[in-house]
């Protein structure tokens, strides 16, 4: 079954969905939505460590994400605006990124697959990875679920409870880091964000609880992964970013569903509107 | 005696926030600290909790002592949905019953399945008031916990504390700007800003130089203003029998 590169690509769209959708969650509800797209985009520094070193790429690209992802924490805490901060770091990782793997030589080296992604070259190892990864990070966010939640909510009452929030808001970067490194092959460094924050957003207006909230947010991101795949397939577009449109256009459509339906049920519960006031 | 601190030092970064604070908290007992913006008095709660460690001196807890802690404001995050029941389920899971106790003990029974998006302010304080006493706690911390509620709300919420406190027989340390309140409901005052310039009952207390200056409080009459409502409270009768 594994022979099939499409039924692979499948799997591994489905992996990093999985994993994408809690953590996404955590960067919606904590307003991350910036730190995760730097987070990603030094990922490009990370392929190009790896190819100087002969490395994997998701070796290269989990070393550096998690150096930059701490590096953020840390530097937030001491005075620096962060979104400031982040713009600066995250577009010079990605320019001395493109520029170091320029210089490589001798290495014919497709730099769309990495901006991009290139799920249909997933290979069997490529499969382990993203899945081994996706495990990790889901049960890092579960085993730490409740504390994360409580930090994310009041920092002081989790200190009260004696949870440390800046232990977990490390626990999140580690995650963050996983993430972006299992998912450089499936959607790129410039999209991967896309799929942590808007399956996450598109959940929002159909939850009632968080954990309503991530587990539909994983749905929302399989099913585009899937059908995204699926629409690639047949017009021939580019695999990543296809995956990407059909979460986007999920976003739009659950948005307005639930706009209409409001509206429609306010109208049934207060069915006469006040015209007759005029008189 | 439930908690006791000796010559407690705190700096956040560099700034020395709080100096040689000694204070004692017996059990049952209602302290409540005032002071100006900037004084310290978020710092000294968020130190007993445990939220932030001093610099010099020691904290010394009660064996048993439990801690229900309520936080000034709680910001929610409309991207968040979270039902009150979730919510009281933070970070440990709790009975149901317990649940249903708290909330009640809290004055608020009926919110268990709403979102805490939808909370009125008052609501919500009273929301993170039965989350602390679901800890079962012998001693109560609160953090200027009227903050944005109007005056009847307050009132509404210090003479639930009151009652909670007669009930559960659980001392209260809170964080105050309403000094009317305080000098109505305390049994000690205590006036802080960076270390401790005075405390005692709240009459004394409002009679010393310290605290008038601390509040820029003029005449006799503002002075006056305050007693006035001390003297012809029955709450205050009330509190002293049962203490």
Redesign the interface.
């Known amino acids: 079954m594994l022979d099939d590169f499409l039924i692979r690509a499948a799997l591994a769209g489905v992996g990093v969905s999985l994993a994408a959708a809690p953590l996404g969650c955590f960067i919606?509800?904590r307003?991350m939505a910036y730190f995760g797209d730097a987070t990603a985009h030094a990922a490009m520094l990370g392929v190009a460590l790896s190819l100087t070193l002969s490395t994997p790429i998701f070796a290269g690209v989990l070393l550096i994400s998690l150096l930059m992802a701490v590096t953020v924490s840390t530097l937030s805490g001491r005075g620096y605006a962060m979104d400031t901060l982040l713009g600066v770091m995250a577009h010079s990782a990605l320019a001395v990124g493109l520029v170091a793997v320029s210089f490589l030589s001798g290495v014919r080296i497709n730099l769309m697959a990495y901006l991009f992604g290139d799920i249909l070259a997933v290979g069997r190892t490529d499969l382990a990875i993203i899945w081994g990864g996706a495990l990790l990070v889901l049960v890092l966010v579960g085993y730490r679920w409740?504390?994360l939640?409580?930090s994310?909510?009041?920092p002081?009452?989790?200190?009260?409870?004696?949870?440390s929030p800046r232990r977990e808001q490390l626990v999140l970067t580690i995650a963050l880091a996983i993430v972006v490194a299992v998912s450089i092959k499936v959607v790129g460094v410039l999209l991967i964000a896309s799929m942590l924050i808007i399956p996450a957003?598109s959940a929002?207006r159909f939850?009632?609880?968080?954990e309503?909230?991530a587990l539909m947010a994983a749905v929302i991101g399989a099913c585009a992964s899937v059908s995204g795949l699926t629409l690639s397939y047949h017009f021939d577009s580019p695999t990543g970013p296809t995956i990407v449109c059909v979460v986007a256009l999920l976003f739009v459509v659950l948005n307005a569903a639930h706009a209409v339906t409001r509206r429609m049920r306010a109208a049934h519960e207060h069915p006469t509107p006040c015209l007759d006031r005029q008189d | 005696m439930l908690i006791q601190t000796r010559n407690l030092c705190v700096q956040i970064g560099k700034v020395p926030i709080l100096r040689n604070i000694d204070l004692q908290v017996q059990c049952g007992e209602i302290v409540t600290i005032i002071g100006p913006n900037g004084s310290g008095k978020s710092t000294l709660l968020?130190t007993l909790?445990?939220?932030l460690t001093p610099s010099t001196g020691q904290i010394i807890r009660a064996p048993g002592l439990s801690?229900g802690?309520v936080?000034q404001r709680?910001?929610?995050?409309d991207?968040?949905?979270?039902?009150v029941k979730?919510?009281l389920?933070?970070?440990?899971r709790a009975p149901a019953a317990a649940i249903q106790s708290s909330l009640a003990n809290a004055g608020v029974p009926d919110l268990q399945d709403q979102?805490l998006m939808s909370l009125s302010g008052g609501q919500l304080q009273r929301l993170l008031l039965a989350?602390a006493l679901l800890a079962e706690p012998n001693l109560l911390l609160l953090d200027e916990p009227t903050q944005g509620l109007d005056r009847r709300g307050s009132a509404d919420f210090y003479r639930q504390i009151d009652r909670l406190r007669q009930a559960l027989n659980c001392a209260v340390i809170m964080v105050s700007h309403d000094l009317q309140v305080v000098m109505r409901r305390s049994e000690r005052v205590i006036c802080l800003n960076g270390h401790i310039r005075c405390q005692g009952q709240p009459a004394e207390v409002g009679r010393s130089a310290e605290f008038r200056a601390l509040f820029g409080i003029e005449d006799d009459e503002d002075a006056l203003a305050l007693y006035n409502h001390r003297e012809h409270s029955h709450c205050a009768g009330a509190m002293r029998e049962a203490g």
């Open positions: 919606v509800w307003r409740s504390a939640l409580l994310t909510l009041s002081d009452l989790a200190l009260a409870s004696g949870i957003a929002r939850s009632r609880t968080p309503a909230m | 968020r909790i445990g939220a801690i802690y936080p709680l910001y929610i995050d991207t968040l949905p979270m039902t979730r919510f389920q933070l970070p440990q979102q989350r």
